[in-house]
């Protein structure tokens, strides 16, 4: 079964610094990467995805996000956060197989102004 | 996301009471999906359908069921419920060879 890792739980930054969330998976076939955000009180969003090509990947709200391959990650980035940032987080990777999207346990970012 | 109707949104039960959570869709999508959000563990797939008549085990079925009657609606069941199941549900769809997964706006379950 795939799983996918986040491994920062909890980011605070200042304005203006640079953002870059991890994101891993462990799955050996074809998946389809996703970020997703929820901000407070609000439903899932999503932010940018990764099916095929350049492995650098643009969003909305000027994030990005890198898929290597080699080492199972996609990454989010984002060179200058905002206080509007400050949400949630999820990874999720789908299994084009099985259909099955499956999440990370979420990163939750908190931007001091 | 006005087209993925959960019911419903909030709902306090009695452990070993029985409940059936609500999902319609009206976008056409073939694939649907029940999730279950608590804090720290992110989404969990507990079914999902990736068309009418089919159902697939997620990481966390047990204690559940699903039915896909049809292509609008997804329904899932607690059979006998548990504290451990309070939790927010999400419902979700995406079509087949869609690129976006629609969610639901969440059904709150507490069980007491």
């Known amino acids: 079964a795939q799983s996918v890792s986040q491994h920062n739980h909890h980011v605070i930054l200042s304005e203006a610094a640079s953002l870059e969330l991890g994101c891993n998976y462990s799955y050996g076939g074809t998946v389809n990467l996703f970020w997703y955000v929820q901000y407070p009180g609000q439903h899932l969003q999503l932010l940018l995805k990764y099916f095929s090509g350049d492995p650098l990947v643009k969003g909305i709200k000027g994030f990005e996000a890198e898929f290597i391959k080699s080492k199972f990650s996609f990454n989010l980035r984002k060179p200058s956060v905002q206080w509007s940032d400050t949400a949630e987080y999820f990874c999720?990777?789908?299994?084009?197989?099985?259909?099955?999207?499956?999440f990370g346990s979420g990163t939750r970012l908190q931007v001091q102004p | 996301n006005a087209g993925v109707t959960q019911t419903p949104k909030f709902q306090v039960l009695k452990t070993g009471q029985s409940m059936t959570l609500q999902c319609a869709q009206d976008?056409?999508?073939?694939?649907m999906y029940w999730y279950r959000q608590d804090p720290g563990m992110g989404l969990r797939l507990i079914y999902y359908?990736?068309?009418?008549?089919?159902?697939d085990k997620g990481e966390v079925p047990n204690g559940y069921n699903v039915s896909r009657l049809n292509k609008r609606e997804f329904s899932l069941r607690l059979e006998s419920a548990a504290p451990s199941q309070t939790s927010v549900y999400f419902c979700a769809t995406r079509t087949f060879s869609g690129n976006t997964i629609y969610f639901g706006e969440g059904s709150w379950l507490t069980v007491v």
């Open positions: 359908s990736a068309s009418e008549g089919t159902t």
């Open positions: 999720a990777v789908e299994d084009t197989g099985r259909r099955a999207l499956t």
């Open positions: 976008m056409n999508h073939n694939s």
